[in-house]
């Protein structure tokens, strides 16, 4: 087997460990109110150097690079650039019960996945969360493995 074959395998590591790292390299935060609140993934795999998490109620991966040059290469550790962002409308979330949710998801240069973002809005009614999706957007409905909370994406 040769060392690139290596590093495509999955190969699992310590869940604390991966955590911790994604943590420290401003990845995923301690802050509960943050998006990337660490509670809110779990670990998933080791792949080519990247620790992989979900995302408990979304389902949704993202990954971490171990190699500190790769997560030094951005100044200041700013996030990738967005390429493509959708704004996703949920009914009754499981951190928001019997609320209303939009939430703006990015997918990276780099990452292929979406990953939420701090914009989110949480009110009582569809149209309240109705009324901050931005012009121009097309609703794409929903996908079928979404979570139930998940109403609406929008493109």
């Avoid at 703006?104 to 914009?119: C, D, K, L, M, S």
């Avoid at 969360?129 to 994406?153: H, W």
Wanted: hydrophobic residues 35%; negative net charge.
């Amino acid at each position: 087997m040769t060392n690139s074959q290596l590093s495509d395998e999955i190969t699992h590591r310590d869940p604390d460990r991966a955590f911790n790292q994604a943590i420290e390299i401003g990845v995923m935060s301690t802050d509960p109110e943050s998006p990337h609140f660490a509670g809110n993934f779990m670990y998933m795999f080791t792949k080519a150097r990247c620790d992989y998490f979900k995302h408990k109620v979304t389902r949704r991966y993202f990954y971490s690079s171990m190699d500190p040059a790769a997560n030094t290469e951005q100044p200041s550790q700013q996030a990738p650039a967005t390429i493509l962002e959708n704004w996703v409308v949920y009914h009754n979330p499981a951190d928001h019960p019997g609320k209303w949710v939009i939430r703006r998801w990015a997918i990276q240069q780099g990452n292929p996945e979406p990953v939420p973002t701090t914009e989110a809005y949480v009110a009582d009614s569809y149209a309240e969360v109705a009324a901050r999706i931005p012009d121009g957007l097309t609703n794409i409905g929903r996908s079928p493995g979404d979570v139930a909370a998940i109403l609406e994406v929008w493109l």
